[in-house]
């Protein structure tokens, strides 16, 4: 497939390099070749990439797709007491239930340039076949919420895991034990020998609520972080989700262990945090981090521009510096970040032996006009939205084109 005199093209490569008027081409599932008037190859498929920005598909770091349809069923509430419906909501939901969900998550997600994301939910079957029909990629992560499972005991993780060898070729299953208040010290430390035996991700709810940091210094006399620290859980196949409460202390052990952060900006504001996570002391540790979502429950979207906008405005207001950070940086954990927090770093740019997962933005929609080299970037996190998505690849298949989804997940070759 050739995409075809592209506009722009934000490669998102060391140099950040935003190209004109170039094409590229796909072979498999690979960027073979990135360069000008490349020759046609036989009868390969074209995309007119003329009025279009081309960028990196974006990598949503901390979602559950599952959630989905709890969308608009509880809002205008604090944490706990959102949570406290959307749990009841949930205790009513058939496997059916989540598994149309999933589907309409994976719908969303693609439609507005999401191209991989890592789902952490009860039932990771629902997103691993949603995200396998549709033809999205996705780390599965299977959470594991003790309280909430009767019989669930460290055990049983083993069991609970989805069969890896029934994956879709763009699924990988990880292991997310919910929280620690979620489960118990035995149980964390029980994921962290399976993942590391199997080689598997880890993700986890962390310091999300002031409330939760206060708890978990009154029950294990030790702040979130020292306790994952201190049970050796922590490390860089570890994604911490939302990360909002750390001291500085605790920001110098995540930056030790190498685990990578998804903040979640909007789920947070919208559930009334009360405070923004410590981006720039995380940045300044080279700590890594992704955007993620969390669930349409909260967010009540699952549009990645829409999180980079919001992202990059909440620490501009709550650092009151207008670079507290930039576009780029932004732009940067959507991508690069997001590909770094699943462990799949031949994603998140496009260079030439990458893999060929990419959004397109049809410069023809009145808000993304004018535009120049200069602007793309700002443009992609300030005045984009996901709609403005026009055509979507992933592993090589094009899946969205001219705004529409493809039937039969078409492959230009
Ligand atoms: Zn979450």
């Given amino acids: 497939m050739l995409l075809s005199n592209a506009r722009f093209l934000v490669t998102q490569d060391a140099q950040r390099t935003v190209l004109e008027d170039v094409d590229v081409r796909i072979e498999g599932s690979r960027i073979a070749r990135i360069g000008r008037a490349l020759p046609r190859i036989g009868d390969e498929g074209i995309l007119d990439c003329s009025q279009r920005i081309v960028l990196p598909g974006l990598v949503n770091a901390h979602t559950h797709l599952g959630m989905t349809s709890l969308r608009g069923a509880s809002d205008d509430k604090e944490l706990a007491s959102w949570l406290a419906d959307v749990q009841r909501a949930e205790h009513a939901m058939s496997a059916d239930d989540v598994r149309a969900s999933a589907y309409l998550g994976v719908a969303e997600a693609l439609r507005t340039g999401t191209t991989c994301v890592a789902d952490q ?30 019989g669930l005991d460290a ?4 069991q609970l895991m989805p069969d890896a060898a029934a994956l879709p070729p763009t699924v990988r299953v990880g292991v997310a034990p919910h929280s620690i208040y979620g489960t118990d010290e035995g149980f964390l430390r029980a994921a962290r020998a399976y993942a590391s035996a199997h080689r598997l991700r ?14 978990c210094k009154r029950r294990l006399g030790m ?16 994604v911490l989700a939302h990360c909002n409460w750390l001291t500085k202390g605790e920001l110098d052990l995540v930056a030790r262990s190498g685990a990578c952060v998804a903040h979640c900006a909007q789920s ?8 923004a996570m410590p981006l720039r002391e995380m940045l300044e540790r080279e700590i890594p981090v992704a955007l993620g979502t969390d669930s349409a429950a909260s967010n009540n979207a699952l549009d990645m521009f829409r999180e980079m906008h919001v992202a990059a405005l909440l620490h501009k207001h709550h650092y009151w510096m207008g670079d507290a950070v930039s576009a780029q940086q932004v732009f940067d954990m959507a991508t690069l970040g997001g590909a770094r927090a699943i ?5 998140g740019s496009l260079e030439e032996g990458k893999l060929a997962d990419i959004a397109t933005l ?12 200069e602007r793309v970037v700002s443009h992609i996190v300030y005045a984009a939205n996901g709609m403005n998505v026009a055509d979507v690849i992933v592993d090589g298949r094009l899946l969205l084109r001219g705004k529409r989804f493809v039937e039969d997940a078409e492959v230009l070759s």
């Fill in 121 to 150: 939910y009860y039932l990771p079957e629902a997103t691993i076949e949603a995200a396998g029909a549709l033809g999205m990629r996705a780390l599965a992560l299977r959470d594991f919420f003790t309280a909430h499972e009767p």
């Fill in 155 to 158: 055990k049983r993780i083993g």
């Fill in 202 to 215: 880890m993700m986890i709810h962390v310091a999300e609520t002031r409330a939760e940091r206060a708890e």
């Fill in 223 to 238: 702040l979130p972080v020292e306790y994952l620290a201190r049970i050796g859980f922590l490390g860089p196949d570890v």
């Fill in 268 to 275: 947070n504001m919208k559930l009334a945090g009360g405070s």
């Fill in 343 to 347: 462990g799949m770093e031949d994603l």
């Fill in 362 to 373: 049809d410069l023809t929609d009145l808000n993304l006009m004018p535009v120049a080299r």
